[in-house]
């Protein structure tokens, strides 16, 4: 149980375009969803918090327009970098957690961008 | 400021042996405790977690103690695998905080066969 999945796994896009990662919870609704960020040979670093149906809160210093979070349903979230340039070339990785067990957060295997 | 440290990057262990790795907090709001293990390229699997009404938590090879007073944990693993081979993360959350993960910056274990 609690698996989660992203995708795509690795995307290369070109600067000024924009890219979509989905997350989904795969057998088990996720009342709440979380986006992080990491650099090569760096901990993990979060970027902004979705709970379903509301706005997403975001971290100090990451910027919510070119990170676009949506969570449409409590199986879905997807993050939108908009506009992207070469900086923001990283692994992305989302996690999950349910009610039953609310601290664990279970995280999807990551995607790769890379931004040209 | 880092809230959750872990000061030792690598960690070099024979098969068979103990792997103790080592984490700091500053943050006395944090109340659950959780490790996590992660191969390069993938996202971090759930290992273990202890929530702070309690010393120790066991489940199988991994074994998690916690030190209030010190404001430290530790993950032993035994005996140690060559497929524990990873990186793992301590975080730290505090429960009325949205139940946010901090994660320790990450050490790296290197079971040797």
């Known amino acids: 149980g609690a698996v989660v999945s992203q995708h795509p796994s690795r995307v290369i896009c070109k600067s000024g375009t924009s890219v979509k990662i989905e997350c989904r919870s795969l057998d088990f609704q996720a009342t709440t969803m979380f986006w992080y960020r990491q650099f090569p040979k760096k901990s993990l670093m979060l970027m902004a918090t979705s709970n379903e149906g509301s706005k997403a809160t975001y971290e100090q210093g990451v910027e919510k327009d070119k990170f676009l979070i949506n969570h449409a349903s409590l199986t879905l979230s997807t993050l939108t970098v908009t506009s992207a340039h070469p900086e923001d070339s990283s692994f992305y990785i989302c996690?999950?957690?349910?009610?039953?067990?609310?601290?664990?957060?279970?995280f999807g295997p990551g995607t790769r961008l890379t931004v040209t | 400021d880092q809230q959750v440290k872990q000061n030792s990057p690598s960690l070099s262990v024979q098969e068979g042996r103990i792997s103790i790795l080592n984490c700091d907090y500053t943050?006395?709001?944090?109340?659950?405790f959780l490790w996590y293990k992660k191969y390069p390229a993938e996202g971090p699997t759930f290992l273990i977690s202890?929530?702070?009404?309690?010393d120790k938590n066991e489940d199988g090879r991994f074994t998690v103690f916690l030190n209030k007073s010190a404001k430290h944990l530790s993950l032993h693993i035994v005996p140690s695998q060559p497929g524990d081979s990873a990186v793992y993360f301590c975080a730290a959350s505090a429960g009325a905080a949205g139940n946010k993960l901090t994660f320790g910056g990450g050490t790296r274990v290197l079971v040797k066969p």
């Open positions: 943050n006395s709001m944090f109340d659950y």
């Open positions: 996690s999950a957690k349910y009610v039953q067990y609310p601290y664990e957060q279970y």
């Open positions: 202890i929530s702070s009404i309690k």
